[in-house]
Each structure stands twice: as C-alpha cells, then as structure tokens.
T-cell receptor, first 114, second 114 residues
Framework: GAVVSQHPSWVICKSGTSVKIECRSLDFQATTMFWYRQFPKQSLMLMATSNEGSKATYEQGVEKDKFLINHASLTLSTLTVTSAHPEDSSFYIC??????????FGSGTQLSVL | GNSVTQMEGPVTLSEEAFLTINCTYTATGYPSLFWYVQYPGEGLQLLLKATKADDKGSNKGFEATYRKETTSFHLEKGSVQVSDSAVYFCALTLPPRGDYKLSFGAGTTVTVRA
C-alpha cells in the first residue's frame, strides 16, 4: 500500500538552531500534504497545508516565518523549524493526500530543543 | 470551534478483554467522524469512519456509532489481541474541508498483554 516516509524520527537540537523535517510519498504523487503538531497530552493539531508549487496555507496562530514549508516536488514536502526554542519541542506528523482522496501519514518526528 | 475529546490513557488490558475508548466532539454543523490507529513505528491509519448520525463504522472487529444526541463516537472491540496495542486517535472533519483537514483528539495508548 501507499507509504509516507518521514525523517528524522527524532531529533535533538540546541536552542536557536534550525531543524528540517522531510516527508516523502514513496509510491504515489501528492500535490497536497499536511503538517500536524502534538504537544504532550494535547490534541494533534493541523499546522498547515502544503501545496506543490505554491505557498503553504497556515492555520490560525501558526507562525509562517517560523515554520517554513517547502513542497517543491510531487513527492516531497519539508518543514523547517527556524531558530528553534524549547517551546517548539513537540511531535510533528505529516500526511499526504493520495490520488484516490485517501490520506496517508508519516510515523512522526519527535523534536526536542535544549 | 471544532474539537475532539477522548479518554486519557494509557489503557492496559489483558487479551480477550473488552475495550472501550470514549470520544466526544464539539462541532458547528454535521461532521464526519473517524478513528485512526497508529501502530508502533508506523504512521496513522484510518481504522473506521461514519459520516452521518446513527451510522456505524466497523473494521478489524472494532466498531463505533455516530451518536448525534450525545455528540459521541466511542470505539469498542469485544475481544482485543496483543496486536491491537497501538495509539488510537478520534478525529472529525467538516464539509467543505473534506476528509483530510482533520481535528484530532490527543490519542489513547492501548497496551494489550498476553
């Protein structure tokens, strides 16, 4: 079946550095991908919708200059957390919309900012 | 706004026990309701869904009934197996956002012991 690969699965970084998370659709093309974030014991929240070849659409309250999304090809979307701070420590999950309108999820990235 | 509240985990059960995970929602309009499951090391997968009141979604022995009067979509399985150990997420979406702009709950970790 369709698979979405998300890397890295976990990352630890120093405060002030930037971290890039990749989301790849392995056997299908995805014009639309989604990025979610989950803080401990809280809901998995949609951050943004990533559209191939155009700017991402961010949900209310999500800083677009802090969470840079690039969807330069039909199989890859990246989320860059710029100048990360401890409050950005969270679990990030991507998903990709397949051609049959089915949604496929990555396995998530645990980000810890020291 | 739209939100999903599901019972906190973790939940630990013995094999063949009955499992219930409560889920209630708040939404303006008539949402579609979903249960997603995340097995260790994998991405979220759609387990079942229901799109209107009194609909029952079912898959792999799991069932959930869309109850508009109680705004609930509780997940049940009559006899769990060790392989059901996973994190379960309740979610909703509202037209015209489609089945892919989801509002999730916090997830419930279920561990089934042999």
């Amino acid at each position: 079946g369709a698979v979405v690969s998300q890397h890295p699965s976990w990352v630890i970084c120093k405060s002030g550095t930037s971290v890039k998370i990749e989301c790849r659709s392995l056997d299908f093309q995805a014009t639309t991908m989604f990025w979610y974030r989950q803080f401990p014991k809280q809901s998995l929240m949609l951050m943004a919708t990533s559209n191939e070849g155009s700017k991402a659409t961010y949900e209310q309250g999500v800083e677009k200059d802090k969470f840079l999304i690039n969807h330069a090809s039909l199989t890859l979307s990246t989320l860059t957390v710029t100048s990360a701070h401890p409050e950005d420590s969270s679990f990030y999950i991507c998903s990709a919309l397949g051609g049959n309108e089915k949604l496929f999820f990555g396995s998530g990235t645990q980000l810890s900012v020291l | 706004g739209n939100s999903v509240t599901q019972m906190e985990g973790p939940v630990t059960l013995s094999e063949e026990a009955f499992l219930t995970i409560n889920c209630t929602y708040t939404a303006t309009g008539y949402p579609s309701l979903f249960w997603y499951v995340q097995y260790p090391g994998e991405g979220l997968q759609l387990l079942l869904k229901a799109t209107k009141a009194d609909d029952k979604g079912s898959n792999k022995g799991f069932e959930a009934t869309y109850r508009k009067e109680t705004t609930s979509f509780h997940l049940e399985k009559g006899s769990v197996q060790v392989s059901d150990s996973a994190v379960y997420f309740c979610a909703l979406t509202l037209p015209p956002r489609g089945d892919y702009k989801l509002s999730f709950g916090a997830g419930t970790t279920v561990t089934v012991r042999a």
